[in-house]
């Protein structure tokens, strides 16, 4: 079995976070009425997504040679309603329109607002409410992995890679919201390209991946041994996966991605393909690059003119060879960890193909 959503693992965790999402419904209508405009964007949010943050955590589980459990289950939902506190919050910071197809939450909220007739901002209000959905979400990440049925001695072990997991992607948001605003024209060329990297380690790589898997093998048992190798698999991929993520966020589909192509440009964006793009730019390029780049009312003309600079540059081709090497690193990771429960290992090596493919 190389499918990592065989059994029904999406539609179980879809399960486990519905009735978590029920259960809170109750607390809070024990405020009033007003308050379900919190949870309708988070139900909304939760009912999409690839669930590859829950795959990798109850497959980390299993690679420890676990039984599949309802337990490691709620343990994977957990890690959906982390990832779900991540885009509310990431939306509000990137004034994102759209999320998945759909408005995002505090555009939801805003609208809501205006046709309601509310008094004062709109939009303050819209930000207001998906700051406090996505910490509301943050709060039941901790009480669905309190309550996720694992035994309490795995959930211990797992404990602290939960709490790292969720302490440094805050930081990692934060190390982003740094990297937008200081100034990039003097840095070396190698530079620009290290701090984008540092940036997708801690705002995704980790979190995406390693975390979630670590979290699972460590609290299924895994050795010492098995668990570095599952590290470098998860760090290697991990980034791989966020340079895909980048490069569809220029060239992807719509359809696909749920956001208009070319707003990782509009919003301003530096990437790792950015900044290659800069290291092999002439200085007409640049200088588009840099006017270009952060430009809300860049045009569908502009958007493909900088998209063929990102091309012409080598920038593409660049991350795409970078993307290769980090899943063939993620391969030979797995490699290494011969203690891997066998069936287990081989879904880890599905997800390789699975994360970094080009219609991802």
């Not at 965790?13 to 919190?38: C, K, M, N, S, Y």
Request: charged residues 25%; hydrophobic residues 45%; glycine residues 10%.
């Amino acid at each position: 079995m190389t499918d990592p959503f065989a059994d029904d693992l999406r539609g179980r965790v879809q399960h486990r976070l519905d009735a978590e999402l029920d259960r809170h419904e109750r607390t809070l209508a024990e405020i009033g009425p007003d308050v379900a405009d919190l949870i309708t964007p988070v139900r909304e949010l939760l009912s999409g997504g690839k669930r590859l943050r829950a795959a990798f955590a109850y497959w980390g589980w299993r690679a420890a040679g676990q039984p599949d459990d309802d337990g490691a289950v709620g343990v994977a939902a957990a890690m959906e309603l982390f990832q779900a506190a991540a885009l509310l919050h990431d939306d509000v910071m990137d004034d994102s329109d759209t999320r998945r197809g759909r408005p995002a939450a505090h555009r939801v909220l805003s609208t809501a607002h205006r046709e309601r007739g509310w008094l004062g901002d709109g939009e303050r209000f819209g930000l207001s409410g998906a700051i406090l959905a996505g910490n509301l979400c943050l709060q039941w990440c901790e009480d669905l992995y309190t309550g996720s049925g694992l035994p309490p001695a795995a959930l211990m072990a797992g404990r602290e890679v939960f709490e790292r997991m969720r302490t440094q992607l805050m930081a990692g948001q934060y190390l982003d919201v740094v990297t937008a605003v200081r100034p990039w024209h003097d840095l070396p060329q190698q530079e620009r390209i290290e701090r984008a990297r540092h940036v997708i380690t801690y705002k995704s790589a980790k979190y995406s991946v390693e975390h979630p898997l670590l979290l699972g093998a460590t609290a299924g048992g895994a050795d010492p041994d098995d668990r570095a190798a599952l590290s470098r698999y998860g760090l290697a991929l991990g980034r791989a996966f966020q340079l895909r993520d980048d490069v569809l966020g220029v060239f992807g589909d719509p359809a696909s991605t749920g956001k208009p192509a070319g707003d990782d440009l509009r919003e301003g964006k530096r990437t790792v393909l950015v900044a290659r793009a800069l290291a092999g730019a002439d200085d007409l390029d640049a200088r588009r690059i840099e006017t270009w780049l952060g430009d809300p009312d860049l045009s569908t003309a502009d958007v493909d003119a900088f998209r063929a600079v990102l091309t012409d540059t080598g920038a593409v081709a660049a991350v795409e060879d970078e993307i290769a090497r980090g899943a063939a690193r993620a391969h030979e990771a797995l490699a290494a960890a011969p203690g891997l429960e066998p069936g287990a290992a081989a879904v880890l090596a599905e997800l390789v193909e699975i994360t970094t493919a080009r219609s991802t």
